[in-house]
């Protein structure tokens, strides 16, 4: 299974963000493992802001929503 990850240094709430797009059939036990990546890989980590200390991934949002089969994309000029 595989999930899309975009990182926002500051979110709504002015801190950062993590955004996971994940399948709907995703068990939580899956979710569990990608939540553990995500809070441990530091490139999301560099991505963020933030620095692989225990206090600073506190600080980091994550917002899992389902990843949509025919997503759709437009270029506005």
Request: with cysteine; proline share 4%.
């Amino acid at each position: 299974m595989t999930a899309e990850v975009r990182v926002t240094k500051k979110g709504a709430g002015a801190q950062p963000v993590a955004h996971i797009s994940v399948d709907p059939k995703i068990s939580a036990a899956q979710l569990a493992g990608l939540i553990q990546k995500v809070t441990t890989d530091k490139r999301v980590l560099t991505a963020a802001g933030l620095k692989a200390c225990l206090g600073c991934k506190s600080g980091l949002d994550i917002n899992i929503i389902d990843r949509f089969s025919d997503p759709l994309q437009f270029d506005i000029q």
